[in-house]
T-cell receptor, first 111, second 114 residues
């Protein structure tokens, strides 16, 4: 069975700081990778996704993620966070059509 | 704004009651999913469907049941609610099996069983 680990459960940053959220998965086959964001009081939204090709993918709101196959990782990055980035971030993996989510990382950005 | 609609948004109910959480989507997606989400925990897949008359249990044991009589409707039913069922329930759908376009989530139903 596949699993997803998000190492940072709570992250607190000041505005303009750089962000990197870790995500590792365990599955030896072909996977599709996603990052979702859940802003306070809102539903989960797709931030970015990787299926194939360039391992560096760019998403909405200045976020990007890098797929490193040898490390089974798909870390999320943003060079300069804003207060509005305060949210819960979930990494997800799909294989055989079944999605698996990590436990999420709560990001708080202080103005 | 999500194209998946979940009702009710909040529900407080007594132990032993039967409840149905509604989920409807207007996108014509074949694949639909129910997740259970507790604060600081993974989203746990409890049920999924690949299309009409198709339902499967997810990796989290659940006492709930689902049905898929119509493409757009995927309700979840608890025959006898217990305090252990207190959680947030999220419904999602995808256009394709590998979710090439990602999953679309509803706003969730926060259930409290007292």
């Amino acid at each position: 069975a596949q699993s997803v680990s998000q190492h940072n459960h709570h992250v607190i940053l000041s505005e303009a700081a750089s962000l990197e959220l870790g995500c590792n998965y365990s599955y030896g086959g072909t996977v599709n990778l996603f990052w979702y964001v859940q802003y306070p009081g809102q539903h989960l939204q797709l931030l970015l996704k990787y299926f194939s090709g360039d391992p560096l993918v760019k998403g909405i709101k200045g976020f990007e993620a890098e797929f490193i196959k040898s490390k089974f990782s798909f870390n999320l990055r943003k060079p300069s966070v804003q207060w509005s980035d305060t949210a819960e971030y979930f990494c997800a993996v799909t294989s055989s059509y079944i999605p698996t989510f990590g436990r999420g990382t709560s990001l708080i950005v202080h103005p | 704004e999500a194209d998946i609609y979940q009702t009710p948004r909040y529900l407080v109910i007594g132990t032993g009651k039967k409840i149905t959480l509604e989920c409807s989507q207007t996108m014509g997606h074949d694949k639909m999913y129910w997740y259970q989400q507790d604060p600081g925990m993974e989203l746990h897949l409890i049920h999924y469907s690949y299309g009409v008359n198709s339902t499967e249990k997810g990796d989290l044991s659940s006492e709930s049941t689902v049905s898929r009589i119509r493409t757009e409707h995927f309700p979840l039913t608890l025959e006898s609610a217990r305090p252990s069922h207190t959680s947030q329930y999220l419904c999602a759908s995808s256009e394709s099996g590998d979710a090439s376009y990602g999953y679309t989530f509803g706003s969730g139903t926060r259930l409290t069983v007292v």
